[in-house]
């Protein structure tokens, strides 16, 4: 039997997801931790990159970052798209966009 001290404790638990959610959401969250997929995520926050781009505004090996896209497509962060043997890579949708520019903000404040 569970006790609450508090009253809105009852609201509280009606908000947590369950463990499946709660894990994928983990595992996407864990794809932020690290700095150099932050570069590339906010180096394609308002246009499409292609890797050598990316590599170049980031001072990094392309294989480096040809990795951390495989990454980033994998939990569907970014997108490809092919134009003859060039592949262009932008954010996947506005929610991620959304997610960098309030993080900034939180993080600023």
Known sequence: ???YLCGDAHEAE???PDDNIASEL???LK????MTRIKILYALLDMELCVHDIAT?????QSAISHQLRL???YKL????KEGKSSYYSLNDSHIHEILIR???HISE
């Open 57 to 61: 505004i980031l001072n990094m090996e």
């Open 26 to 28: 983990a595992d996407f």
């Open 14 to 16: 009606k908000n947590i």
């Open 78 to 81: 970014v997108k490809v798209r």
């Open 72 to 74: 980033l497509r994998q």
């Open 1 to 3: 039997m569970k006790k």
């Open 103 to 105: 993080g900034y903000e």
């Open 31 to 34: 794809i932020f931790a690290d």
